[in-house]
Structures are given as C-alpha cells and as structure tokens.
C-alpha cells in the first residue's frame, strides 16, 4: 500500500489529452513539492516533471503538472504511442522523513 | 554529461549482505551541494527510496530500511555503494542509483540503468 495513491491504469487514443491523479496528505503532497517519472517498458524511471510543474530540459510541453491541496495530476495531451509507460508520483513525507512514491499508473495507448 | 553505473552480485543468499556500488562518470561525486541515492523496485511493484547520501557524508535513509542499509562515498574511485545486510527473498529488486536534488527533494536526475538483485538460497 503505497502513501500515494494513483490509479492502476489508465489509457487514451492517440492525440487525446490523459490525466493522472496522484492523492496524498498534508504531510506530503500538502507541504512539498511533487515530481513525475516516466518508466518505459525495461528502462530504469525518468524524471519528467519536478516542483510540481517544471519541466527538465528534453521533456516534451506535452507533458504538464499540476498540483492542488493534497493531489496532483500530470496531464499528457497529443498523445502518442511512445507515451505508453508506467509513470509515477513522488514526495518528500515530512511525518515519515522519507520519500514516498506513488504505485504507479499504467498507461496504455489504444 | 553526468552517467552512473550500477554493479556487484546478482544473487545473494539469505541472510548475507548484499553489497553493490555506482561508478559515476562525467563528474565528480565530493562536488559541494551533490547528494547521491538508492532506490529500488521490487518485480512488477513500485519504486521504493533507500536512503540518500551527501557529499559530506551525511546519510538519510528510509526508517524501513534504516537497521540494516548503508550507503557511503569513495572519492577516490569517484563511486558510492550500498550495503543491506540480512536480506530476503522480500529484498529481492532491480537497484538503481540516482543524484537527487537533496535528501527532502526527491528530483532523481540521472539514473543509473538499474541491477537485478535476487535473494535465493
């Protein structure tokens, strides 16, 4: 049971906008910033969103964050078969001192 | 450009210590402000943090995981590594390590390629 909780899977047609939800606490979500990782099939995660909307350099605008109260969302518009990966939450916990991740999202293109 | 490599065993017996290193390439890991880390993913499960390490010296880790981790530094052949003792089939996972942006920013950024780890007698 993870202390983020994503849906198991999700999924979308090429070229539809896809959310992603990922709920927390006060502790975490609520106090700190929320990161997103993209994991294709066999590869190891990579970083696709940081303080909550950012985006590292290379990260398609495709991919957005955002985040309100305890939850978040990552939002995938245009989207392409090349999308279809696990992706996952991330915080820091303050109660817990340590990070939590989310179980992650399976997203699969139609 | 900033690389890590994960290495060490593949299998490792129960209740022995499983001991694994990451090269890193393209810096330096006793750079001020740099914190390197371990995380971990269980087959088909989630991603689980290990614990982070300064490049000081100063060691966070996950309060799970806390009795039986530590991570350290050897500036000389620019690595750090990972030592869990007493393992179990439970800590059986694909090791990746990772520069994050400090112990309470989880901006994992690179990644390693990840090493399979297998606890079995």
């Known amino acids: ?110 | 450009q900033l690389q890590l490599q994960e290495s060490g065993p593949g299998l490792v017996k129960p209740s022995e210590t499983l001991s694994l290193t990451c090269t890193v390439s393209g810096g330096s890991i006793s750079s001020s402000t740099y914190y390197w880390g371990w995380i971990r993913q269980p087959p088909g499960k989630a991603l689980e943090w290990i614990g982070s390490i300064y490049y000081s010296g100063s060691t966070y880790y996950n309060p799970s995981l806390k009795s039986r981790v530590t991570i350290s530094l050897d500036t000389s052949k620019n690595q750090f590594s990972l030592k869990l003792t007493s393992v179990t089939a439970a800590d059986t996972a694909v090791y990746y390590c990772a520069r994050p942006y400090s112990n309470s920013h989880p901006r994992f950024d690179p990644w390693g390629q990840g090493t399979l780890v297998t606890v079995s007698s």
Request: glycine content about 10%.
């Open chain 1, 1 to 110: 049971q993870s202390v983020l909780t994503q849906p198991p899977s999700a999924s979308g047609t090429p070229g539809q906008r896809v959310t992603i939800s990922c709920s927390g606490s006060s502790s975490n979500i609520g106090s700190n910033f929320v990161y997103w990782y993209q994991q294709l099939p066999g590869t190891a995660p990579k970083l696709l969103i940081y303080r909550n909307n950012q985006r590292p350099s290379g990260v398609p605008d495709r991919f957005s964050g955002s985040k309100s109260g305890t939850s978040a969302s990552l939002a995938i518009s245009g989207l392409r078969s090349e999308d279809e990966a696990d992706y996952y939450c991330a915080a820091w916990d303050d109660s817990l001192s340590v990070v939590v991740f989310g179980g992650g999202t399976k997203l699969t293109v139609l």
